[in-house]
């Protein structure tokens, strides 16, 4: 899906992909890191003997030790204090935030620090560090472990935000923000730790603010994130027997986005949906559409149609949960009402 | 202690003072802008704190910290000027006058700035010290924090990582009685906040933050027991602050007569180089001598010019430009 923008490291060239998990692609480029980087460390609640809530450090505390894979109290505060305090004195950290629900324990250390070091103090401090942390929902986690983060972060200059769809980006783009010299916000969907494609061995990063077309079409441009990229392609998949013709981009980066991508895609397709799993209001999708509408105004034969979460909190009951998601159905519809309203 | 040593300490005061009756000055005058929070009656707990930590340890300063952000840019940078300029927002400023009053670092002085999210930098003194730990550096990591800075949560959070990782922080509490209007006894459990950081089972201390001798004295060993490894400090400055609040002075006439009048630092420690022998002509000419290099300071601050525009959208990302207006 991204081999067009994957750079190998010539010096250790990437073996050829084999079937990996999401979660299992995530801790190669951790333990690829921990090893190119010796001032790289690991921090988190239960990373450590215990390999993380979802095993995404699993194996690291045994081959690194506990002075680099650190567990540590429940203080998501100064967990992140801890990162942004070694990153202005160059080392690399990368911390996990077991449920990104969480991040509002240390939302001052990732706004007002992490964020502003490098601007505030005019460039004499970078902050080189990486927040991982599980997010979204789907699985009963309920109000507390399942929301979807990204709008938090959209409106603080400073950070980035990534979001991988698949493994093979999920290990990319997590060894090209251990490496960016700015704060990475790395989200990781719960729902896709489990899910399995082509990972090359060895290292390889995945550019940053880069997204990526998944499926090229003609007709329609759908831009999605994350859990909402599968779905996508599915509804791309769906809707190609009906003749209409979807391109799907994964935007990967969601802090700074890649607007030239989605622009270009849109000023072929003249039509355009955008899928997130995030409340409807001051999110990602009002800031794709409104960018859409205020650059492509003139190429769009339709509305941009928004596919998001409902406007409410995540409730915990599996059918009430699903009524609030969305899904690969209410993709396939936004796509239908964007064709026929610009017939 | 030995004379020369309390002269030093004593010209550093001075300078603090100076530093902010002139900032204070102009700041009446609009000519810094902003908010002003100034250190007027700390000088002895800054002073002290300055003459230990070098350039290679790290200190974050509070909101009331120009005397020792301008102690240190002097010392270790010879620019101490650049603190002020970056007081009135100057291109020639420490941040390029991007930070400000509450923003001034430089850490090639060991100064890695202000939050002005008041204890925010507790929790990240404990990565600066961690990576001097885990990198075998024998340097200190220091947060000047007030009273009130110990109503956030990450006064507790790191205290207790501080512990169970035996780091070599340097909490410096100055405890000046008042955060904003709310009196330490009412808004913490203990009016001594070393109470509350005993807990946490490290070193703790307290001290006269006015008695320039027994502070320089017991910084100094807060600071020896850091650098041999054996882990974290808590170190509480009694003192008080001159400057009241937006309102004016809502302090009790006792209180505010007994700091100002009789528990001055700096007049306690020219009694006490008086007692030694020092001239008063002597003691006088220092204070002047720093008055006029103050001075020499608000006029640079003043005649440098404001930061090119460019500036606005300049070191947002590392990486990435974002795009001027």
Not at chain 1, 49 to 61: C, H, I, Q
Not at chain 1, 193 to 218: N, W
Not at chain 1, 283 to 292: H, M
Request: hydrophobic share 40%; glycine share 10%; proline share 5%.
């Amino acid at each position: 899906m991204s081999d067009s923008t994957t750079l190998a490291d010539p010096a250790k060239p990437a073996k050829k992909p084999r079937k990996t998990s999401f979660t299992k692609a995530l801790n190669d480029a951790l333990d690829i890191g921990m090893e190119r980087f010796p001032e790289m460390f690991l921090i988190g609640e239960d990373i450590g003997e215990m390999g993380g809530d979802f095993a995404v450090t699993k194996n690291l505390w045994a081959k690194y030790g506990a002075a680099r894979v650190r567990d540590t109290p429940l203080s998501e505060a100064a967990i992140i204090g801890t990162c942004v305090g070694a990153a202005m004195v160059g080392m690399r950290p990368v911390a996990e935030i077991m449920f990104a629900d969480f991040l509002g324990e240390c939302y001052d250390q990732i706004v007002n620090n992490a964020a502003k070091v490098h601007y505030m103090f005019d460039g004499q401090f970078t902050a080189p560090l990486v927040i991982r942390t599980a997010c979204g929902g789907g699985f009963g986690g309920g109000p507390h472990h399942s929301q979807s983060v990204e709008g938090w972060f959209l409106n603080v200059p400073g950070i980035v935000i990534v979001a991988p769809s698949n493994p093979a980006d999920a290990k990319g783009l997590l060894l090209a923000s251990i490496e960016s010299d700015d704060p990475v916000l790395f989200l990781e969907h719960k729902a896709l730790y489990r899910t399995r494609g082509d990972v090359a061995e060895g290292y390889y990063t995945t550019p940053l603010g880069k997204a990526a077309i998944a499926r090229e079409g003609t007709d329609i441009t759908v831009v999605a994130t994350m859990r909402m990229v599968p779905m996508a392609l599915a509804a791309a998949d769906e809707l190609e027997a009906e003749g209409i013709s979807v391109e799907v981009i994964d935007l990967r980066t969601i802090r700074p986005y890649d607007a030239e991508t989605i622009l270009e895609s849109v000023a072929k397709t003249g039509r355009a949906v955008v899928a997130n799993e995030a409340p409807k209001i001051g999110g990602l999708g009002a800031e794709l559409s409104a960018r859409i509408h205020e650059e492509c105004f003139y190429d769009l034969k339709a509305p941009v149609g928004r596919v998001d979460g409902l406007d409410t909190p995540i409730p915990f009951s599996v059918p009430l949960e699903h009524e609030i998601l969305p899904d690969q159905t209410n993709i396939v519809s936004a796509i239908r009402v964007t064709i026929e309203a610009g017939r | 202690m030995e004379r020369d040593t309390l002269l030093g300490l004593y010209s550093d005061m001075w300078l603090i003072r100076a530093f902010e009756q002139a900032l204070e000055r102009e700041f009446e005058q609009g000519n810094v802008p902003g908010m002003l929070h100034t250190g007027l009656g700390q000088e002895a707990t800054q002073a002290a704190l300055a003459s230990h930590l070098k350039a290679t340890d790290c200190f974050f300063p509070d909101h009331r910290c120009h005397g020792i952000n301008a102690l240190a840019q002097q010392r270790h940078r010879g620019n101490g000027e650049r603190i002020m300029a970056e007081l009135f927002g100057k291109a020639t400023g420490v941040c390029s006058g991007k930070g400000g009053s509450l923003h001034s670092a430089d850490p090639a002085a060991g100064n890695f700035g202000d939050n002005a999210v008041e204890g925010s930098y507790m929790a990240t003194v404990l990565g600066v010290a961690l990576a001097s730990q885990l990198r075998g550096q024998p340097n200190v990591a220091c947060a000047i924090i007030g009273d009130g800075t110990v109503g956030r949560g990450e006064f507790h959070e790191s205290l207790n990582m501080a512990a169970i990782w035996n780091l070599p922080v340097l909490y410096a509490c100055v405890n000046n009685g008042y955060a904003i209007s709310m009196p330490v006894g009412q808004g913490h459990a203990s009016a001594d906040i070393i109470d509350l950081a005993k807990g946490y089972g490290f070193a703790c201390d307290q001290v006269d933050g006015n008695d320039i001798v027994a502070a320089h004295t017991k910084v100094g060993a807060a600071i020896e027991h850091i650098r041999q490894g054996n882990g974290p400090y808590f170190l509480e400055f009694k003192t008080w602050r001159w400057q009241g609040i937006f309102a004016g002075e809502f302090r009790p006439e006792a209180e505010v007569k007994y700091w100002r009048e009789d528990h001055d630092p700096i007049l306690m420690a020219n009694e006490v180089l008086q007692s030694m022998g020092v001239d008063i002509a002597k003691l006088n000419a220092t204070e002047q001598s720093q008055r006029n290099m103050i001075e020499e300071w608000i006029a640079f601050a003043k005649e440098s010019p404001s930061p090119d525009l460019a500036k606005a959208t300049a070191n947002v990302y590392v990486s990435w430009e974002v795009a001027p207006k």
